[in-house]
């Protein structure tokens, strides 16, 4: 099944993400409150994007892929109004989302936003699976125990980490359906762009963390 090869073939990327040294200190409990905060900035300037991705990627999906519009439009109805639980942990957590809102990402955030949606439009408009496979990997291995981790460190609330605790759920199950879904690109040259633009997004979101540290 493509699926697995897809895991197979972006493993050593994967380890790389995962041993950024604030992804690290996090599941140890060893991050600062600003820190986490400054996690969260970053998170809502990639995520407020995917919705619009998803609606690009639709838009431009060839003839042979029309059966995947059902669930791209699923997808974007799941994903919708998810920047704003990120505003409002940022709020609990002692920042201002203001702030968040009119700032600029960091330049690594910024860099794989763009690759985003070049991906997208001037590429293969499948390749946007290769970062919904990084993302949300990285979100059902990290995420809940992160959160639970933070909230005991920092002494936070519980509505701190709704973006978080809620994410790694979600992802559990986006991810048996995502499978299903990539299992059936049965074109080299789909796979081939799931799997270049997967490992290029485990780089890319590496960045943004190792940006944090």
Same mark, same amino acid.
């Given at each position: 099944?493509?699926?697995?090869?897809?895991?197979?073939?972006?493993?050593?990327?994967r380890?790389?993400l995962?041993?950024?040294?604030?992804?690290?200190?996090?599941?140890?409990?060893?991050?600062?409150?600003?820190?986490?905060?400054?996690?969260?900035?970053?998170?809502?300037h990639?995520?407020r994007h995917?919705?619009?991705?998803?609606?690009?990627?639709?838009?431009?999906?060839?003839?042979?892929?029309?059966w995947?519009?059902?669930?791209?439009?699923?997808?974007?109805?799941?994903?919708?109004?998810?920047?704003?639980?990120?505003?409002?942990?940022?709020?609990?957590?002692?920042?201002?989302?203001r702030?968040?809102?009119?700032?600029?990402?960091?330049?690594?955030?910024?860099?794989m936003?763009?690759?985003a949606y070049?991906?997208?439009?001037?590429?293969?408009?499948?390749?946007?699976?290769?970062?919904?496979?990084v993302?949300?990997?990285? %979100? &059902?291995?990290? =995420?809940? !125990? *992160?959160?639970?981790? $933070?909230? #005991?460190?920092?002494?936070?609330?519980a509505g701190?980490?709704?973006?978080?605790?809620?994410?790694?759920?979600?992802?559990?199950?986006?991810?048996?359906?995502?499978?299903?879904?990539?299992?059936?690109?049965?074109?080299?040259?789909?796979?081939? %762009? &799931?799997?270049? =633009?997967a !490992? *290029?997004?485990?780089? $890319?979101? #590496?960045?943004?963390?190792?940006?944090?540290?």
């Open positions: 099944m493509f699926h697995d090869e897809l895991v197979r073939a972006t493993e050593p990327d380890a790389q995962l041993a950024a040294p604030i992804i690290q200190a996090a599941l140890r409990g060893e991050v600062t409150r600003g820190q986490y905060i400054d996690f969260l900035t970053q998170a809502y990639h995520v995917t919705v619009p991705l998803l609606m690009g990627c639709g838009a431009r999906l060839p003839e042979r892929h029309a995947l519009q059902r669930a791209l439009a699923d997808y974007i109805q799941e994903e919708a109004g998810h920047d704003d639980w990120i505003l409002s942990d940022i709020d609990c957590a002692g920042g201002d989302s702030q968040v809102r009119a700032a600029a990402p960091n330049l690594a955030t910024e860099i936003v763009a690759y070049d991906t997208v439009q001037r590429r293969n408009p499948l390749g946007f699976f290769g970062m919904a496979f993302l949300e990997g990285t %979100s &059902v291995q990290l =995420a809940t !125990r *992160a959160a639970e981790t $933070l909230q #005991g460190a920092l002494g936070l609330p701190a980490f709704t973006y978080l605790a809620s994410h790694g759920t979600l992802d559990i199950e986006h991810s048996a359906t995502f499978a299903g879904l990539v299992n059936r690109f049965d074109r080299a040259e789909d796979q081939r %762009s &799931v799997i270049d =633009a !490992r *290029a997004f485990f780089r $890319l979101y #590496g960045d943004i963390f190792r940006g944090l540290s």
